[in-house]
């Protein structure tokens, strides 16, 4: 498996330490440490993980909900029932951290690799479903006919179990395709 690469943003120096060795040395994870969102707000989408206190990912939302698949929020509670976002809990024990980090990473590789099974030409229809435009336009712009919009229509729809455009666009949006 080829290296991924992550990013750490935190303010808690010792927590990133931490949380960087444990990437670096049983994941095979290259993690960087930041302090300052500035610095990775232009080139966020060149990690392959984010991981972020609750600080800066609540005061920064429309940088990370782009990228809410790679991100981890971590945080010193049970982020899990106010977040639907994955999160780390970094007050419990060693090994129930590993474990969380573990998952999370084959979480991240299985959706990068799956994509929530939408075809190329499907994300590109999802997408300008949800810029607003009609199935016709649609269909002018990708030089295909209505009935094929249609089909990727109802492929999307059955794939994510969206059947709504405004249920379309918030996926559309919370998953980066449309910013």
């Not at 976002?85 to 990473?105: C, G, M, P, R, Y």
């Not at 649609?138 to 455009?165: C, E, Y």
């Not at 249920?167 to 949006?173: D, K």
Request: net charge neutral.
């Amino acid at each position: 498996m080829p290296e991924l690469s992550a990013i750490i943003l935190t303010h808690d120096t010792l927590r990133a330490i931490g949380i960087k060795h444990i990437l670096d040395t049983l994941f095979n994870v290259k993690a960087s440490i930041t302090r300052d969102i500035k610095i990775i707000a232009d080139k966020i989408e060149q990690f392959e993980i984010i991981i972020v206190d609750e600080y800066n990912c609540l005061s920064h939302l429309d940088l990370f909900i782009p990228q809410k698949n790679k991100t981890i929020i971590l945080t010193s509670t049970d982020a899990n029932r106010y977040f639907s976002w994955q999160a780390i809990n970094s007050t419990t024990d060693e090994n129930h951290i590993v474990e969380a980090i573990s998952a999370l990473i084959k979480n991240l590789t299985r959706n990068n690799s799956t994509q929530s099974g939408l075809s190329s030409r499907e994300t590109e229809v999802l997408k300008l479903v949800a810029q607003g435009h009609t199935n016709k336009e649609i269909a002018d712009m990708l030089n295909i006919s209505i009935n094929t919009v249609l089909s990727h229509r109802k492929n999307i729809s059955t794939k994510l179990g969206i059947k709504s455009v405004s249920g379309l666009c918030i996926y559309a949006m919370m998953n980066g395709i449309i910013h």
